[in-house]
Antibody, heavy 119, light 107 residues
Framework: QVKLQESGPGLVKPSETLFLNCAVSGYAISGGYYWGWIRRPPGKGLEWIGGLSHSGTTNYNESLKSRVTIWEESSKRQFSLRLNSVTAADTGVYFC????????????WGQGTLVTVSS | YELTQPPSVSVSPGQTATITCSADALAKQYVFWYQQKPGQAPVSVIYKDTERPSGIPERFSGSSSGTTLTLTISGVQPEDEAEYHCQSGDLSGTYPVFGGGTKLTVL
């Protein structure tokens, strides 16, 4: 049973960098799936941020590509998100997820962590 | 590739709620539906257009007609009040795409 748990700061100042971690248990990242991040800004729908394949390939939402990096820290059994130069528009609940299959269905969700960008 | 949902739907308890998801492409893509309650992660209620995961009540059903997908909740219960999101893959099959979400209010 895959379990995902996000961690990171709840408050980030504008123009700074957001770092989030996702602890993985019950499955090896190299074992399959895509491992990624989805967020939900207040009053809006879900937005895919980017993901990491089990073989190490990354892909990112075109609208965020210049600011986002996702990587695996295998020794820690986690994967991480870095989002540079945040603004208020980056405020929202961030979920770490697994997804895959021909239609990229989301298989597992973390509980989500609220990130607020404010000075 | 975009999925379009109505922002809100309201029904009284016991009535039937229908939530649509319109795809803008003719390429057939299966759609998945997730229910999200406040402060919680989304939960799958329908997969591959019409299939219901184990543990999901039978009152939840999905259907497809052309590029319009529909989530139907028959005999709505107060606990069904939530946001519902449709999702599919982009046309290259490399990332998930979501509709804007529909807030279901049980009056």
């Amino acid at each position: 049973q895959v379990k995902l748990q996000e961690s990171g700061p709840g408050l980030v100042k504008p123009s700074e960098t957001l770092f989030l971690n996702c602890a993985v248990s019950g499955y090896a990242i190299s074992g399959g799936y895509y491992w990624g991040w989805i967020r939900r800004p207040p009053g809006k729908g879900l937005e895919w941020i980017g993901g990491l394949s089990h073989s190490g390939t990354t892909n990112y939402n075109e609208s965020l590509k210049s600011r986002v990096t996702i990587w695996e820290e295998s020794s820690k059994r986690q994967f991480s998100l870095r989002l540079n130069s945040v603004t208020a528009a980056d405020t929202g609940v961030y979920f770490c997820v697994t997804y895959g299959g021909p239609w990229m269905a989301v298989n597992h969700w973390g509980q989500g962590t609220l990130v607020t960008v404010s000075s | 590739y975009e999925l379009t949902q109505p922002p809100s739907v309201s029904v009284s308890p016991g009535q039937t709620a229908t939530i649509t998801c319109s795809a803008d492409a003719l390429a057939k893509q299966y759609v998945f539906w997730y229910q999200q309650k406040p402060g919680q992660a989304p939960v799958s209620v329908i997969y591959k257009d019409t299939e219901r995961p184990s543990g999901i009540p039978e009152r939840f059903s999905g259907s497809s007609s052309g590029t319009t997908l529909t989530l139907t909740i028959s005999g709505v219960q107060p606990e069904d009040e939530a946001e519902y999101h449709c999702q599919s893959g982009d046309l290259s099959g490399t990332y998930p795409v979501f509709g804007g979400g529909t807030k279901l209010t049980v009056l």
